[in-house]
């Protein structure tokens, strides 16, 4: 280790990878740093990258993109084996706001080019998705971002986006989790092509999935944890999942989810868990964020 190289316990290519419909691709398992404290955030990007994550999650508004981009420039890995979202903040759709904001994202992490930018929210109340959208295309195309996608957008603000540009998102990262299964906005993506985000894939600690017998009982059957039932559930479904934890136990163990599978029946009872009338959620609704 003299070289200052660094050991890495796991290949990139152990994650698997989803096609988007740009042709890029994303490691399929993440590391999300939402709520993680920025002064703590490179150490724990360090380490997750040290464990074999390479996708990473941020935000704009999560106030951790210069510690993500400590870890990255710190880490040696090639740029290219590194896949780094980031997202637009709801206050900067309009105008020259969306270009200057994906610059002060690319300066605060060290990138020339983020490998996936969001709109974070569609912000109903303000009626400026449709720009928000039409200004990420053109970041795109300039080359400020590989890929480019919305979060938390229904199918109504899907809808309008791609009438207005014929552009559908490469994907649409939403709460999704077994007690709130996102059905409309599934189809949706599934019909045009976008590949769902889970946000919150195990509820944030807030929704006792864990607790639930269908979870319960496919962790006993497989010898694993309940959260890596849930995430071997999301997984299954196709859904790309960026799980957030400071323990380093569970970082290990939310990526210790490739050597197992659920049965169909296992996927079938936790599937059961939705209300479908949308009590599971866990967070805000996109209806309410502004
Ligand atoms: P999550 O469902 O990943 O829950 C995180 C919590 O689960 C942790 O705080 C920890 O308490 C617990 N946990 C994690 N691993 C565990 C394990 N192995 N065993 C037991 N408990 C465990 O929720 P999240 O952080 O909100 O979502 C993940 C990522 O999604 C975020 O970090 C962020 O990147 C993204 N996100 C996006 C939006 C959006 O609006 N686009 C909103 C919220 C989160």
Redesign the pocket.
């Known amino acids: 280790m003299g070289s200052g190289a660094r050991v890495y316990h796991r290949r990139m290519a152990d994650i698997p990878r989803i096609e988007l419909n740009d042709g890029n691709s994303i490691p399929q398992l993440g590391y ?4 993680v404290p920025p002064e703590e955030t490179e150490r724990h990007v360090s380490r997750a990258l040290e464990i074999g994550y390479r996708h990473i ?2 935000a704009a508004i999560y106030g951790n993109e210069e510690g993500v981009g400590r870890a990255i420039a710190s880490s040696g890995i090639p740029r290219d084996e590194l896949f780094i979202t980031t ?1 637009l903040w709801n206050d900067r759709h309009e105008g020259e706001e969306p270009r200057a904001a994906t610059e002060e994202s690319l300066e605060r992490l060290g990138l020339e080019q983020v490998d996936l930018y969001l709109v ?2 569609p912000t109903p109340r303000r009626s400026n998705h449709v720009q928000a959208w039409t200004s990420l295309v053109g970041l795109r195309d300039a080359g400020l971002a590989r890929s480019i996608g919305v ?2 957008f229904e199918p109504e603000h899907l809808d309008d986006i791609l009438a207005a540009t014929g552009v559908v998102p490469a994907v649409n ?1 939403v709460e999704l ?1 077994p007690a709130h299964g996102q059905r409309a906005v599934k189809e949706w993506c599934a019909r045009h092509g976008a590949r769902v985000e889970a ?7 807030k929704y006792d999935l864990f607790g639930e017998p269908a979870v319960a009982e496919a962790a006993a059957a497989h010898g694993i ?1 309940p ?1 890596q039932a849930v995430i071997r559930w999301h997984l299954q479904h196709g859904h790309i999942v ?4 400071v323990r380093e136990e ?1 970082l290990r ?2 990526l210790e989810v490739f050597d197992f599978a659920l049965d169909d029946a296992e996927v079938a009872a936790i599937d059961a868990l939705d209300p479908l009338d949308g009590t599971g959620r866990v ?1 805000s609704s996109p209806y309410d964020v502004h």
């Open positions: 999300g740093v939402f709520q999650d941020t997202k974070h929210w979060s938390n990262q989790h946000w919150g894939p195990l509820g944030q600690g944890t959260a960026f799980p957030k934890s569970r163990e939310n967070g």
